[in-house]
């Protein structure tokens, strides 16, 4: 076992744990204005993190569309920002 720095340490803590998607969802929900832009967040009721699923919760039926329609480039824009693959489909609930 060698030395790791406290970052490293966190780090190899939340890839052996369970934490790891529990952080991303909080993040997530933290982070989703800056996301997906304001008026989006706005009309959100929900973002829930399911294993590697992203439900999102809204009443807006146009917004339903549009987040469907846009569903392939709203994965690849969450992606890019964590850098890392937490998304890989999405439900519009």
Do not use: C
């Not at 966190?10 to 052996?16: D, G, I, K, S, T």
């Not at 952080?23 to 832009?37: A, D, F, M, Q, T």
């Not at 304001?38 to 929900?46: C, F, G, L, P, S």
């Not at 829930?48 to 146009?62: F, N």
């Amino acid at each position: 076992m060698g030395t790791y720095s406290i970052g490293e340490a966190l780090n190899l803590l939340m890839e052996r744990s369970n934490w790891k998607p529990v952080i991303y969802e909080l993040r997530l929900k933290e982070e989703w204005p800056s996301i997906v832009g304001e008026m989006i967040a706005k009309y959100t009721r929900n973002v829930l993190l399911v294993e590697k699923t992203l439900i999102i919760y809204t009443d807006v039926a146009a917004l339903k569309q549009e987040l469907l329609y846009s569903k392939d480039e709203l994965i690849k824009t969450i992606n890019n920002h964590f850098k890392e693959l937490i998304v890989n489909d999405i439900q519009i609930k």
